[in-house]
């Protein structure tokens, strides 16, 4: 079944995609509380 692969493979890329712009805004927020802690 090559057509349930290629719908297997796009679920991953997305997941893989949420993954990478929670990581990104996570780090964001991050280093934005640790100014904002090195500031207090």
Same mark, same amino acid.
């Given at each position: ?6 719908? &297997? $493979? /796009?679920?991953?890329? $997305? ?6 712009? &929670?990581?990104?805004?996570?780090? *964001? /927020? $991050?280093?934005?509380?640790?100014? *904002? /802690?090195?500031?207090?």
């Amino acid at each position: 079944m090559p057509l349930f692969k290629v719908v &297997v $493979q /796009l679920v991953n890329i $997305q997941n893989l995609y949420r993954w990478i712009a &929670v990581n990104r805004i996570g780090n *964001w /927020l $991050q280093s934005h509380f640790i100014k *904002w /802690l090195s500031k207090q």
